[in-house]
């Protein structure tokens, strides 16, 4: 890493009152990694290294934004493509135990390189939809907190999201900006899959300005078991919202 794109990776730490100095060299090597794995697999539409470094790297990051990622918790990142936001977690969070999960297996198999290339031991990438993992014993209710970032509408998201969750855990949803009419549907979504929303979070990634929210829904009672619907239908069918 060029000491621009360093001072760019601190100043975005700083802002979280995040110490990442220990962590540089797994950040440069996660960047050449992501470099000469993009040009393989066609991995993310970001290639130079102040938009790695911003938009992958510091945005990732933005998830502990709050404080809901402070802990010993099992934490699945729901569509995490080539390894976002679990791996820049990962590499600053090594208590989490985290799941990256994908249905795309090429994105999976680089997220596991990657992960073992970095000794992240305590991340464990899974292939699968939402859909299926939210309907299996050995998923559905079994996590502390679940993130997702720039996956689907809020509703959408919800729906995927909270049957993973056990009672008492934590969505954080990382989304661009958010309109009041997606917000809504979520709210009411979140009520029909046995959540809530506590938080949005409006603010903007330093040096480039760009809008990003976060939205922190609480799972309070358990999912009722039709949730999620069979593969593809929350997308195509969400909850109290107009699909695309
Ligand atoms: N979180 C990453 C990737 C976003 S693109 C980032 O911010 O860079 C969205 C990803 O979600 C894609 O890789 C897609 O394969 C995955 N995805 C979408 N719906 C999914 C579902 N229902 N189950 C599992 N993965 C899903």
Known sequence: MTPEGLA?????????QLDVTPHEAQFARLLALLRSGNERLNLTALKTEEDIVLKHFVDSLTTLRGGHLDGAYRTLDLGTGAGFPALPLAIVRPELDLVPLDSIRKKIDFVRDTAAELGLSHVTPQVGRAETLGQSAEHREQYDRVVARAVAALPVLA???????????????????????????GRRAAGEVGGR???????????????????????????????????????????FWKAK
């Open 8 to 16: 760019l990776l601190r100043r975005g730490a700083e802002e979280l």
């Open 159 to 185: 729906e995927l999201a909270l049957p993973l969750l056990r009672v008492g855990g934590v969505f954080v949803a990382q989304k661009g900006p958010l309109s009041d009419e997606e917000l809504e549907a």
């Open 197 to 239: 929303v506590t938080e949005v979070d409006a603010f903007t990634l330093p040096v480039s300005g760009d809008a990003r929210t976060l939205i922190v829904l609480e799972k309070q009672r358990p999912t009722p078991a039709r949730y999620p619907r069979r593969e593809g239908v929350p997308t195509h069918q969400p909850l």
